[in-house]
């Protein structure tokens, strides 16, 4: 998501405790967990569509507190 960024993990703790209850589930499930889409659907009772959603808006919350703490994307 962002070159050559490397956030202390209480850092990215803090970042990700930021994220609404549902998408913090998804997310910690997929990227940290490192569950797919269909055992994340199961554990949740969640569609694979809504599942999806909620990964897309947790990476774009973060996204957005990442750049709002100064962190530049790459070009």
Same mark, same amino acid.
Do not use: D
């Given at each position: 998501?962002? #070159?050559?960024?490397?956030?202390?993990?209480?850092?990215? !703790?803090? @970042?990700?405790?930021? @994220?609404?209850?549902? #998408?913090?589930?998804?997310?910690? @499930?997929?990227?940290?967990?490192?569950? !797919?889409? #269909?055992?994340?659907?199961?554990? @949740?009772?969640?569609?694979?569509?809504?599942? !999806?959603?909620?990964?897309?808006?947790?990476?774009?919350?973060?996204?957005?507190?990442?750049? !709002? #703490?100064?962190?530049?994307?790459?070009?």
């Amino acid at each position: 998501m962002f #070159q050559g960024v490397r956030l202390t993990t209480e850092a990215t !703790g803090n @970042l990700i405790e930021t @994220l609404p209850n549902s #998408q913090r589930e998804v997310f910690v @499930l997929r990227e940290i967990e490192e569950l !797919g889409t #269909q055992e994340i659907c199961k554990i @949740l009772g969640r569609t694979v569509t809504h599942v !999806g959603v909620l990964f897309h808006r947790a990476r774009a919350r973060l996204r957005e507190c990442m750049e !709002g #703490q100064g962190w530049k994307r790459p070009a």
